[in-house]
């Protein structure tokens, strides 16, 4: 069973830049799962942000973000990252990593399209 773990989170200005980080605390190997993050503000939907190919070499983003956000992951380390720059209030939620297999990248926006999710990590923006 994967075991979704998410780090990173904090509390920061405006303008800041965190890295958030998802590992699998099962230590069972991630490799075989498209991978994408998403977030919860309060009171709003779970909405998508950005995915990421078994190897990495596919990555597909929220029109939203605009740039300031940057998937990666390393399957040596087991790891997937969040780069997020230029952070603003309006970014502040629970953000989740998730992985799937089952439907493919075409469906990669959808929630439903993954098996496994991480507990969140609170991403806080002051101005």
């Known amino acids: 069973q994967v075991q979704l773990v998410e780090s990173g989170g904090g509390y920061v200005q405006a303008g800041d830049s965190l890295r958030l980080s998802c590992e699998d605390s099962?230590?069972?190997?991630?490799?075989?799962?498209?991978m994408g993050w998403f977030r919860q503000a309060p009171g709003k939907e779970r909405e998508f942000l950005a995915t990421?190919?078994?190897?990495?070499?596919?990555?597909y983003y929220a029109d939203f973000l605009k740039g300031r956000f940057t998937i990666t992951r390393n399957n040596i380390r087991n790891t997937m990252h969040l780069q997020m720059d230029s952070l603003q209030p309006e970014d502040t939620a629970i953000y989740y990593c998730?992985?799937?297999?089952?439907?493919?990248?075409?469906?990669?926006?959808?929630?439903?399209?993954?098996?496994?999710w991480g507990q969140g990590t609170q991403v806080t923006v002051s101005s």
């Open positions: 099962s230590g069972r190997t991630l490799s075989d799962y498209y």
């Open positions: 990421i190919g078994t190897i990495g070499g596919y990555t």
């Open positions: 998730a992985a799937g297999k089952r439907y493919g990248l075409a469906y990669a926006e959808k929630a439903m399209a993954y098996d496994y």
